[in-house]
């Protein structure tokens, strides 16, 4: 089954077609604002944070004291199972303005159990630079559960991280420094010589825009719009710029991660001629402990005596004569063909790459 998934997957990139400029490349500017706040999640059935999270404590005294209530605090700390501190994250997307809503992902900051049935108060969520966008709040939706009782316990998925749908409410515009009406710039989001070459001769295919896209680098290529151009047919020219197709130039990458035993094959992996011999070597060592009783009627005490049993097993296999492959389809069946596991894979990857035969990049995780 493992190398069957292998094969689905490299046929599933080399079946692949061209591509729009939007799915691969974004407008400079366009990309969002990420925001943070520190909020309050209530309403937690006993799965809040302990008395042993200070801030959680000083949190909730602190927002009471805005509400003109001053609890005491001894009495206060038994009563802290329903609120967990959480923070609150969420990316604004570009052009937004204020009164859109925007999802937002909370998670737990102390040590609550579960944020299941929760509901955030009112957070503010700010940019880097200290601007304020917006006020967050709204139930939370975890997804999952986690029931425990007498000490028995059953859940589903993470509980202690939810989501918040159209939590937060803008409260100013999203500027953008973009100029359309002059020029734009289009980054890549996996910088290339080719594709970024592919893109420009692409746009200058276009009407109108003949000759007015050039590859800077292989993460940018600008695009300065015809002299007059108004704000309008800017944004109509960007529109059919990210419309175009272009096909995406990917370097040969073999992944493999160790710790699960996955293999993934990119759609430009190439093997030439090899011979692979793969055997598996199973070495088994077993300690056999017993007890050794003195003869009747001597002076003699009890030992204890520890005797190792060591077994080996070598699988033997036969040598494959891996061909010449053009296609990942070609590669997967000269694989298949030397019947190993995908773990095995992993050693012969590793010595094809050394022996010069794979004719990729090969990244171990």
């Known amino acids: 089954m493992a190398?069957?998934?292998?094969?689905?997957?490299?046929?599933?990139?080399?079946?692949?077609?061209?591509?729009r400029i939007k799915d691969i490349a974004t407008i400079e500017g366009s990309g969002g604002i990420q925001v943070v706040g520190y909020g309050l999640v209530t309403g937690l059935n006993n799965t809040g944070d302990s008395p042993r999270s200070n801030f959680t404590i000083q949190s909730v005294l602190n927002m009471l004291k805005r509400f003109g209530i001053t609890p005491q605090q001894n009495i206060f700390l038994q009563r802290t199972q329903n609120v967990a501190a959480v923070m609150v994250t969420a990316t604004i997307p570009a052009f937004a303005r204020?009164?859109?809503?925007?999802d937002v992902t909370v998670s737990s900051l102390g040590d609550a159990r579960s944020l299941q049935g929760g509901t955030l108060i009112m957070t503010p969520l700010v940019a880097t630079d200290g601007t304020v966008y917006g006020m967050a709040q709204g139930p939370v939706s975890v997804g999952g559960y986690d029931v425990s009782s007498l000490g028995s316990r059953s859940g589903k998925n993470m509980t202690n991280t939810g989501r918040v749908?159209?939590?937060?409410?803008?409260?100013?515009?999203?500027?953008?420094?973009?100029?359309?009406?002059s020029e734009v710039r289009i980054v890549?989001?996996?910088?290339?010589y080719t594709t970024a070459t592919r893109i420009a001769t692409a746009i200058n295919a276009l009407e109108g825009l003949t000759n007015t896209a050039q590859a800077l680098d292989p993460a940018t290529v600008v695009v300065r719009f015809p002299t007059g151009t108004t704000q309008a047919q800017a944004i109509e020219y960007i529109s059919r710029i990210e419309s175009a197709e272009v096909s995406v130039d990917v370097a040969g990458k073999v992944v493999i991660n160790e710790r699960t035993g996955t293999v993934v094959v990119g759609g430009n992996?190439?093997?030439l001629p090899a011979v692979v011999a793969h055997g598996g070597l199973e070495i088994e060592?077993?300690?056999?402990?017993t007890v050794v009783q003195p003869a009747p009627f001597t002076i003699g005490t009890t030992a204890r005596v520890s005797n190792a049993f060591v077994r080996t097993q070598e699988q033997s296999n036969p040598a494959v004569a891996l061909p010449a492959t053009a296609t990942v389809q070609d590669l997967a069946n000269a694989l298949n063909s030397l019947k190993v596991s995908p773990r095995d894979l992993v050693a012969i990857f590793q010595a094809l790459k050394q022996a010069g035969s794979l004719q990729a990049e090969l990244i171990i995780q």
């Open 98 to 102: 204020a009164g859109t809503k925007v």
């Open 285 to 289: 060592i077993q300690q056999l402990n």
């Open 188 to 192: 890549l989001n996996h910088p290339d």
């Open 3 to 19: 190398r069957r998934i292998i094969l689905l997957l490299a046929l599933a990139i080399t079946g692949a077609s061209a591509d």
């Open 269 to 271: 992996v190439r093997l």
């Open 165 to 181: 749908p159209a939590g937060l409410l803008l409260e100013r515009n999203v500027e953008n420094s973009t100029k359309v009406s």
